[in-house]
């Protein structure tokens, strides 16, 4: 923990602390930095020494979002990733593959969607830190005193959805997704793999580390709501993902899909599901990081990722599509690797508290796999579009995609430790979350 006083006027300290969570967050941050780094090794050729500042200060932000505990350092980690990942994308960024979306279009869209969504938390955060000096005296923006702010139910209600419209734009939930598509088909490799590892972990980190302990009462009380976005979705983003034709828009709408289990997963109230978010989320990061990576792959040989014109792949190069047809697997839940766990976890987790959306989500698993079987089919079986043998892949693409196969695996077979070490941090935010429940079962 490190803490010292910065602007004592204001009451904001520079202060960051370390738990479960955040470590778990911290670590999965370090390693897909690296292996943005190593994916984007030959994709990247023009203004090589701006490209890793870039990359470096994503970093920086993200690790500073997860560390965090004052909520004025927390708002300005958060705005601080949005800088350089526009840069990512207008700088070093791809066309669309039907040519008609530019990456400008693409980095401005996520740039005014989040710089829109971070202001109406700093507002909720202003309106909060104005509330507790109402009732002390003392402007602070420490998380620990705000924590002891009483608030009246309307007020939290309203503070609460503006902490949550900014995850939710981050996170994405539908109707405040649409952004996130066109980043990733325009976004180069690592820009990929940052933004569906890392910045899409830090919108479901905020509402576990900010949001519901909070404003526990309106969470509660908004429970229902979000576990209904989430189903939303989870459908939603699976029936895009069939309609593509663009394979990195394809992953991003699969992200879409997966994100709305996490949604359910936190608004649950449950030890189980809450646990289960968690491993979601690591798992989520290694799979669609992978995914990436092989999408990146995929375009240095062809030149292209509109898989009507790809095709026959399977024996035209070596690796790739094996391994492709693991991760879509993982990505749909196989048994063994993390995805499963997780989404069983929060399953298992959500059904007691409310048994129809979990029902329902359930079949959601099924068009998962359809859209996973979907992409493979379409990359790498049916008619070749040539014959020419394409190169396979190198040592240092190997090290990749195999590091993450070996990680997620483990995540899958041995998911005990990474559950010990986030156990008292989930522990009490489920705690929190099932006070207000209990209190809002007995209003009723």
Known sequence: EFHHPWITRFGIDVHLALDGLSLLMILLTGLLGVLSVLCSWKEIQRKVGFFHLNLMWILGGVVGVFLAIDLFMFFFFWEMMLVPMYFLIALWGH?????????????????????????????????????????????????????KTKLAPGTEYILMLGFFIAFAVKLPVVP??????????????????????????????????????????????FAPIAMTLGLVGIFYGAFLAFAQTDIKRLIAFSSVSHMGFVLIGIYSGSQQALQGVLIQMIAHGLSAAALFILSGQLYERLHTRDMREMGGL?????????????FAAASLGLPGTGNFVGEFLILLGSFASSPWITAIATSGLVFGSVYSLIMIHRAYFGPSKSDEVLKGMDGREMIMVLGLAVLLVVLGVFPQPFLDTSAATMHGVQQWLGTAFTQLASAR
């Open 95 to 147: 066309s669309s593959s039907d040519g008609k979306k530019t990456r400008i279009y693409a980095a401005t869209k996520f740039f005014i969607f989040t710089q829109a969504s971070g202001l109406i938390m700093l507002v909720a955060i202003l309106g909060l830190v104005l509330v507790h000096f109402n009732q002390t005296g003392v402007i602070t923006f420490a998380y620990a005193d705000l924590l």
């Open 314 to 326: 399977w024996s035209r190069i070596a690796y790739i599509p094996a391994i492709s047809l693991f």
């Open 176 to 221: 405040l997704h649409s952004w996130l598509p066109d980043a990733h088909a325009q976004a180069p490799t690592a820009g990929s793999v940052d933004l569906a590892g890392i910045l899409l972990k830090t919108a479901a980190y905020g509402l576990l580390r900010f949001a519901l302990p909070l404003f526990p009462n309106a969470s509660a009380e």
